[in-house]
């Protein structure tokens, strides 16, 4: 697999796909792609504390076209890859990525992953690496109570209804984890300052070990 040519051709794609759509329904769908420079400084950053001697099952539970992919493919070997599986809710980002990565060993799943059932012990994943959808509260209404019930019971996180949509994929990432994986959330910094996001800041502090927060 040639991943610099695929990644040349995935933000082509990217740069397509966003110019079909309008920003009003981006905003909607909370899509902002990842620059790629930004994914492989975090996937570098991952690298660093993940564990030396351990392969890789990767997981991005919102892969639009891919950026952490490709960035896990340029920081890893691929002999230290064992698995890697992406989801996508949205067809129109999905389809044409479905096909970019074809060739490649991604378990690719056009499906909304709020509502998947987290895998079996031995198939869940040591690195997951995601940006999540930044969709306002108002854009999920009539999904929320049923996000709140799923928080509560994957990573006892107690979301109030003002909270985005980052903040369930947050919570229902957490039961897909093996025990000592490595997460990194590119998420936005407001969870630090506004009321919903105690739930958050319990849930780092509380449910995991908090390594690194990074504040851009």
Not at 15 to 21: F, G, H, N, T, V
Not at 77 to 85: C, F, H, L, V
Not at 153 to 176: E, I, R, V
């Amino acid at each position: 697999m040639n991943n610099d040519l695929i990644e040349t051709q995935r933000q082509s794609l990217q740069l397509i796909l966003d110019r079909e759509k309008t920003q009003e329904e981006r905003n909607i769908m909370g899509q902002f792609s990842t620059p790629i420079a930004l994914a492989i400084n975090v996937l570098a950053h991952a690298k660093n504390v993940f564990p030396k001697q351990c392969k890789v099952r990767f997981l991005d539970p919102a892969f639009g076209t891919g950026s952490f992919y490709s960035a896990l493919n340029s920081v890893f070997p691929s002999t230290r890859i064992e698995a890697a599986t992406g989801f996508e809710i949205d067809e129109h980002y999905g389809k044409p990525a479905l096909k970019l990565w074809e060739k490649t060993n991604l378990n690719y799943q056009l499906a909304d992953f709020t509502k998947q059932t987290p895998p079996s012990e031995g198939e869940k994943y040591n690195l997951i690496i995601c940006n999540p959808p930044y969709v306002r509260h108002h854009h999920i209404n009539g999904q929320k109570e049923r996000l709140q019930a799923r928080a509560i019971d994957a990573a006892n996180m107690k979301l109030s209804g003002l909270a985005g949509l980052y903040c369930y994929f947050m919570a229902l990432t957490h039961p897909w984890m093996k025990k000592n994986a490595i997460a990194g959330w590119l998420i936005p910094s407001e969870f630090m300052d506004v009321n919903y996001g105690q739930a958050i800041k319990d849930y780092l502090l509380n449910e995991v070990t908090l390594l690194q927060i990074h504040r851009f």
